[in-house]
């Protein structure tokens, strides 16, 4: 089975290095190249188009937030996974409205960063506990809301949304709504054709607009 290819994108030497040996010990992994500025990023992305893209915001020149779009609108299956040090709403909402797809911090423990990479790698969308926790903050600062938003999804469809929207996983959403996983990816996809987005992390950042909780 091929390896899961990564390209790093940071200015700090003493990170790139903590995330190549990271890497170096996942076995299903393989590091492909690194940049130190987004505009490195958008050409090294484009030259060798690896799964995933672990990105800073905050570097020299442009800087990450502004080559997630053209990296994701020039190759489209590779998933931006942006590890910083910034967790404030602006953002946070910026980075996913971009296209990443997943949004954890630096102090990340290894064993959680292994996770978030091998889960958006394979197509979900993650998020670092504390992130989580501000988009529920989010979410609870917006007026209540009713069947009124997105009015097409049913009662379960917008439930499993609001979980998703929450930063919670497939199997998480099934234990609390009492479903199948089964159940939960199938709701999964209807929201997407719903909806009218392509995957699970621009479902987040449509509900997130739409002020669902």
Do not use: C
């Amino acid at each position: 089975m091929d390896k899961m290819t990564i390209l790093v994108v940071d200015d700090h030497p003493v990170f790139r290095k903590g995330l190549r040996a990271l890497l170096a010990a996942m076995p299903t992994v393989e590091w492909v190249g690194e940049a130190t500025t987004g505009e490195e990023a958008i050409t090294l992305a484009e030259k060798l188009q690896p799964d995933v893209v672990l990105l800073d915001l905050q570097m020299p020149g442009a800087g990450g937030l502004k080559a997630i779009r053209p990296i994701v609108e020039t190759s489209p299956h590779i998933r931006i996974l942006v590890v910083t040090m910034f967790e404030d709403d602006d953002s946070v909402f910026a980075a996913l409205r971009a296209g990443a797809r997943g949004y954890v911090l630096k102090d990340t423990q290894d064993e959680e960063m292994e996770r978030a990479i091998l889960a958006v790698g394979n197509g979900e969308a993650i998020f670092s506990p504390a992130i989580a926790q501000r988009m529920i903050y989010f979410f609870a600062a917006k007026p209540a809301t009713s069947s009124d938003i997105f009015p097409e999804l049913t009662d379960s469809e917008r439930n499993v949304l609001k979980l998703m929207a929450q930063g919670e996983n497939n199997e998480t959403i099934a234990h609390k709504l009492g479903f199948s996983l089964k159940t939960v990816r199938n709701y999964s996809s209807n929201i997407f054709s719903k909806l009218q987005v392509a995957d699970r992390a621009q479902a987040i950042v449509k509900a997130i607009n739409a002020g669902l909780r």
